[in-house]
């Protein structure tokens, strides 16, 4: 039995497959969805008002159709459009900038670990700082005058995701470098770029994934709070804009579960499936857990 | 004093200070960057929304003149953190000679309120159920029970108080879709009106509890098995102390320590997590104010409201850094 574990590739543990699965079918079928139904109707007026989804009925009697088969919102956009439309537009928003904080981290990280001195006191400040301003606040700010869409969105979240993975690999190269094939490798001249890139950063792979996806939904959560208060992409119906329409309509008390609850389910379907990712991640890196776990 | 030196408090004090300057000058450039200026912006904001604003120019030559931006950057730059050093947070566009300060002075103790209270039962049901997990006497339905419970940790606050609102107030009728206390009631210090906040504050506190324990409960999980391997637990068995005695004198108080590092590390995202709960309830807190600035496109307020959120979480940490050294004094902060 315990023989049989210590075999088993770390990679394939229970919640890391939960996790990648979920994603993986949420992403898929919206991208399959994108192929075979008209993302046109997520515009506004593209379909009849305050449908229910097909088989339901809606406060005034109304029954779905089935060319609307998720209903439709008050101002006639089709709920089956809107989801396949903003549900890859919210997962990219955090996916960008998690991979923006992760190769800002990467390069600061290692640098200053590997050189030190004023500059490893710079970033260290700098990560310490950033850590506790609040991303919200600020971006508030920002997007209340600017309005930017969806990409400029996540870069400037991105400003905020990189003092984790900074502060993670400056502190594992502080150890590296006093490692033996560290040594080994600066004594056989190797250029400094191969020995952070190609000697250390391959140990660091596991922690940076687990880093990475926990960033993408930090990022998607900052999104979200942005998109729910009203300071979302104008031109994008991602699911936090979605959101916000349906409270700002009153979807609630006028029983319209499908507007705010579909985009609702899915992002904590995305939340769930990342955090089971990250859990399974934490297994690879950590050997301890392994045991612990079961 | 424990392990609170002097350079220690220093430090910490040192990055307070880093911390809530550096966001104040983002808050401050990033807008001016851009082509156009605030003011401008609003007015023709407040056009798309409301058709043609009278004489516009007028309007912002006049806000321009008032609020000083004709004057040079540095020296906006220099009033803009000398008002901030003394609170001054400038008066609100949209009611116009209201100051910022009252508004926000208004809505800074439901938010407190709700945040304290919310902290003390997160950190204390977190705390007990991830003890109780990795206890051996804990029954097995429990266990069961608190992990199932976990599932709400993954998701965002705003999202739990949407299902709550659904459940608890549309389909249940039990508590109150919005607010902060029964409407007609005055703000006294009677038993009314404490059941009536109470009552109004029961959903918001609960999303914000339910999806910040399961934090601490993984945290003291992991602490309590650590903190069991340790020689004074077999010494403590060994004397044959009573199994709960043994569990809260000697497992949790030591394991309860590294927990509070923790909450100075998260408490931005609870705080930014909490104001979109208070948007959903339409609290009275500081989501509603910022919620109700950005419909009015009263860019004052939005600037102040996120400055006092930017003070309020930056003073938790410092508080919690400098809390921590007298908890634990065989915590010895290095210079490095």
């Known amino acids: 039995m315990l023989k049989r574990k210590s075999i088993s590739n770390p990679w394939l543990n229970t919640p890391l497959v939960c996790g990648a699965l979920v994603i993986g079918l949420l992403l898929s079928s919206t991208l399959i969805g994108n192929i075979f139904w008209d993302t046109e109707l997520a515009a506004t007026r593209s379909a009849p008002l305050n449908l229910p989804p097909y088989g339901f009925e809606n406060m005034r009697k109304q029954e779905g159709v089935i060319e609307h088969p998720l209903g439709t919102t008050n101002s006639g956009r089709d709920m089956l459009a809107v989801m396949l439309v903003g549900t890859p537009a919210t997962m990219s928003i955090g996916l960008i900038a998690a991979g923006i904080g992760m190769l800002i981290g990467i390069i600061l990280g290692f640098t200053s670990g590997f050189y030190g001195g004023l500059w490893d006191d710079f970033v260290r400040l700098m990560a310490d700082t950033t850590t506790t301003i609040p991303a919200l606040a600020v971006l ?120 705010w609850g579909l985009p609702t389910l899915t992002l904590i379907l995305i939340f769930m499936g990342l955090l089971m990712i990250n859990v399974g991640l934490d297994e690879v890196s950590n050997p301890r857990l392994r045991k612990a776990s079961k | 004093m424990g392990g609170l030196t002097l350079q220690y408090a220093l430090r910490r004090f040192g990055i307070f200070l880093m911390t809530v300057w550096l966001a104040s000058s983002v808050i401050f450039i990033i807008p001016r960057l851009a082509p156009g200026d605030p003011i401008q912006s609003m007015i023709s904001r407040m056009s798309e929304s409301a058709g043609y604003v009278e004489n516009s120019e007028k309007i912002v030559e006049g806000f321009k003149e008032r609020f000083g931006l004709n004057d040079p950057m540095y020296v906006q730059y220099g009033r803009y953190i000398g008002g901030l050093v003394s609170l001054d947070l400038g008066v609100s566009l949209a009611m116009f000679p209201t100051p910022v300060k009252e508004i926000v002075g208004r809505a800074l103790p439901w938010s407190i309120g709700l945040m304290s209270i919310s902290l003390v039962l997160y950190f204390f049901i977190g705390n007990l159920f991830g003890a109780l997990l990795s206890w051996k006497k804990t029954p097995f339905f429990a266990k069961i029970a608190i992990s199932a419970s976990m599932i709400f940790t993954s998701i965002p606050g705003i999202l739990c108080a949407l299902i709550l609102i659904y459940l608890f107030a549309f389909n249940f009728d039990i508590f109150p879709f919005t607010g902060s206390y029964e409407r007609g009631l005055e703000p006294a210090w009677t038993i009314e009106f404490f059941s009536s906040v109470i009552y109004y504050g029961t959903l918001p506190a609960l999303s914000v509890v339910l999806v910040t324990f399961g934090f601490w409960t993984i945290g003291m999980r992991g602490m309590m098995v650590t903190v069991e391997g340790e020689d004074y637990m077999t010494f403590g068995q060994a004397k044959g102390l009573k199994p709960f005695y043994l569990l809260y004198r000697y497992q949790v108080r030591n394991a309860i320590l590294p927990q509070i590092t923790a909450l100075a590390f998260t408490i931005g995202t609870i705080v930014a997590g909490q104001i979109l709960v208070e948007a959903a309830f339409a609290y009275r807190g500081m989501g509603s104010v910022i919620v109700n600035a950005i419909k009015d496109v009263d860019y004052t307020v939005i600037q102040g409201t996120s400055f006092i959120l930017i003070l309020i979480t930056a003073t938790s940490v410092l508080i919690l850094d400098l809390i921590y050294p007298l908890i634990d004094p065989r915590i010895t902060f290095q210079k490095n």
């Open chain 1, 140 to 259: 508030i700010v920002v997007q209340s005058l600017f309005r930017v869409e969806v990409n400029t969105m996540a870069a400037m979240i991105a400003l905020f995701a990189w003092p984790g993975p900074t502060r993670y690999i400056r502190a594992q190269v502080l150890t590296m470098r006093e490692s033996g094939y560290v040594k080994m490798a600066k004594l056989s001249g190797a250029p400094e770029r191969d020995i952070m890139f190609k000697e250390m950063l391959p140990n660091l792979i596991p922690y940076l994934a687990a880093s990475f996806i926990g960033n993408t939904s930090g990022a998607i959560l900052t999104a979200i709070g942005l998109e729910v208060l009203g300071l979302g992409p104008t031109r994008m119906p991602t699911l936090g804009v979605t959101i916000f329409f349906s409270l700002e309509a009153a979807a609630i008390l006028r029983d319209m579960w499908w507007w």
